[in-house]
């Protein structure tokens, strides 16, 4: 069964574009998964059940959130908490360690988490996977640089949580077959930015997602999750395709 991976980044209202989805999108977003049946899970659980074999059950979807911003705390969180769901969330080391605002590329400085508040989230069943330490397309980097931004970032995670890090997702979702392999010699499971459901068959070490700045409309994201696939999916996943080929 193919599984919604969906992929967030702050959940707030600083500023335009897909790196910041509305809180009202959200919560129309959780509305509509829940009065389905829905059940949100994290990248880790997903790929335990399909190595083990298991079918998961319907209607369950995986949250992920790059970047680690602090509405994740705030804005997120409780909602998920209300419905006993799990996510998955993504830290670039370098812009915690600051402690300021991060821009992360679209002209928008924004709040991050604190080492403390994801020591408290992850006490608390939020999964923290690694996001690189510089957060730079580690496909512009020299290959010694590119391994130590996968390898020091899982280490300096599971130096602040004290919990495994089973994941990676690398910046940008780019990442060639060379950045993968080393990827799988630290981690379980990656995940990238192609647009599309996980299915059976999917590499677990470029898992595909659901960019949910496209389902901004509650009727569009509720035709989605009722029909498994619409004609605005698919004009939106073949322009994606489109710009991942480009930029390759």
């Given at each position: 069964?193919?599984?919604?991976?969906?992929?967030?980044?702050?959940?707030?209202?600083?500023?335009?574009?897909?790196?910041?989805?509305?809180?009202?999108?959200?919560?129309?977003?959780?509305?509509?998964?829940?009065?389905?049946?829905?059940?949100?899970?994290?990248?880790?659980?997903?790929?335990?059940?399909?190595?083990?074999?298991?079918?998961?059950?319907?209607?369950?979807?995986?949250?992920?959130?790059?970047?680690?911003?602090?509405?994740?705390?705030?804005?997120?969180?409780?909602?998920?908490?209300?419905?006993?769901?799990?996510?998955?969330?993504?830290?670039?080391?370098?812009?915690?360690?600051?402690?300021?605002?991060?821009?992360?590329?679209?002209?928008?400085?924004?709040?991050?988490?604190?080492?403390?508040?994801?020591?408290?989230?992850?006490?608390?069943?939020?999964e923290f996977g690694a996001h690189s330490i510089n957060h730079t397309?580690?496909?512009?980097?020299?290959?010694?640089?590119?391994?130590?931004?996968?390898?020091?970032?899982?280490?300096?995670?599971?130096?602040?949580?004290?919990?495994?890090?089973?994941?990676?997702?690398?910046?940008?979702?780019?990442?060639?077959?060379?950045?993968?392999?080393?990827?799988?010699?630290?981690?379980?499971?990656?995940?990238?930015?192609?647009?599309?459901?996980?299915?059976?068959?999917?590499?677990?070490?470029?898992?595909?997602?659901?960019?949910?700045?496209?389902?901004?409309?509650?009727?569009?994201?509720?035709?989605?999750?009722?029909?498994?696939?619409?004609g605005y999916f698919a004009v939106h996943q073949a322009m994606r395709?489109?710009?991942?080929?480009?930029?390759?």
């Amino acid at each position: 069964m193919a599984v919604p991976i969906l992929m967030y980044h702050s959940v707030s209202d600083a500023g335009p574009g897909p790196v910041s989805l509305p809180s009202s999108a959200f919560r129309d977003q959780v509305a509509v998964l829940a009065d389905t049946g829905a059940r949100g899970i994290t990248v880790s659980q997903y790929v335990a059940a399909r190595k083990a074999g298991g079918e998961l059950p319907r209607g369950t979807v995986v949250l992920t959130f790059d970047d680690g911003y602090r509405d994740f705390a705030d804005r997120v969180f409780p909602v998920l908490q209300k419905h006993g769901w799990g996510a998955t969330v993504f830290v670039p080391i370098a812009p915690v360690d600051e402690g300021r605002p991060w821009d992360c590329g679209d002209g928008h400085r924004r709040e991050l988490l604190s080492w403390h508040e994801i020591g408290e989230l992850a006490s608390n069943g939020v999964e923290f996977g690694a996001h690189s330490i510089n957060h730079t397309d580690l496909t512009r980097l020299p290959a010694e640089d590119a391994r130590e931004e996968i390898a020091m970032s899982g280490e300096r995670l599971y130096e602040q949580t004290g919990r495994r890090v089973e994941g990676f997702a690398p910046p940008f979702g780019r990442a060639d077959e060379a950045l993968r392999h080393e990827m799988a010699r630290h981690y379980s499971w990656s995940v990238g930015t192609r647009l599309d459901r996980a299915w059976g068959r999917s590499d677990l070490f470029d898992l595909p997602r659901i960019e949910m700045w496209y389902f901004r409309s509650r009727r569009r994201w509720r035709q989605y999750v009722l029909q498994g696939w619409t004609g605005y999916f698919a004009v939106h996943q073949a322009m994606r395709a489109f710009e991942n080929w480009r930029e390759s």
